[in-house]
């Protein structure tokens, strides 16, 4: 009548969201699911391995630094960091193993990587699928502007690892300050 098209038509159904051929739901839960098995076998082999995890390859990996920022964080917090570690990158597959070396309680470890499978897989699967498909819809529009949209994002990401490096560097320069040599 007055020339509108009803707000249903432009809603995508939200069962209808597929990737590979299987609903993006299937998809979030077998994530999920891998997701709390990965914690459980940190867990363990950070358990097994006790104190021989700062001496193993993936100790020094790690590094020793790391290993001690992250026990902290785990003594202060105890089973709060293991969910809190999972929105934060690179604790996420660091604070396992040493929540394993200091033995945590599992019952209280269980149930706070349940509850980080729970919250941040969903919200992650449907953030990165939103963008991947808002992108594409863009480019389907503009490939130019998407074309400019990946070129910012990629000079970010640059940008983001070289301050990283640099300031790492920096770190390790401070820490070891250079020997003056004395010449006669």
């Given at each position: 009548m007055f020339g509108m098209r009803p707000v249903v038509a432009v809603i995508p159904d939200p069962t209808s969201a597929s990737f590979l051929g299987m609903p993006l739901w299937l998809w979030v839960i077998i994530g999920g699911v891998a997701l709390f098995g990965a914690f459980q076998a940190y867990y363990w082999i950070g358990h097994a391995l006790g104190s021989r995890l700062y001496v193993s390859r993936l100790g020094a990996k790690i590094g020793q630094e790391n290993i001690t920022r992250v026990e902290n964080v785990v003594r202060k917090w105890g089973a709060l960091?293991?969910?809190?570690?999972f929105w934060v990158p690179g604790l996420r597959h660091t604070l396992p193993w040493v929540a394993g070396v200091l033995r945590i309680s599992y019952p209280w470890y269980v149930v706070a990587s349940a509850l980080g499978c729970l919250t941040w897989v969903p919200v992650t699967s449907f953030g990165l699928y939103s963008?991947?498909?808002g992108w594409l819809g863009l480019a389907a529009h503009s490939p130019l502007l998407a074309g400019l949209a990946a070129l910012v994002a990629v000079a970010l990401v640059a940008g983001f690892v070289r301050w990283r490096r640099r300031r790492a560097f920096r770190r390790e320069k401070?820490?070891?300050p250079p020997q003056m040599s004395t010449f006669q």
């Open positions: 960091a293991v969910y809190g570690c963008v991947i498909w401070e820490k070891d």
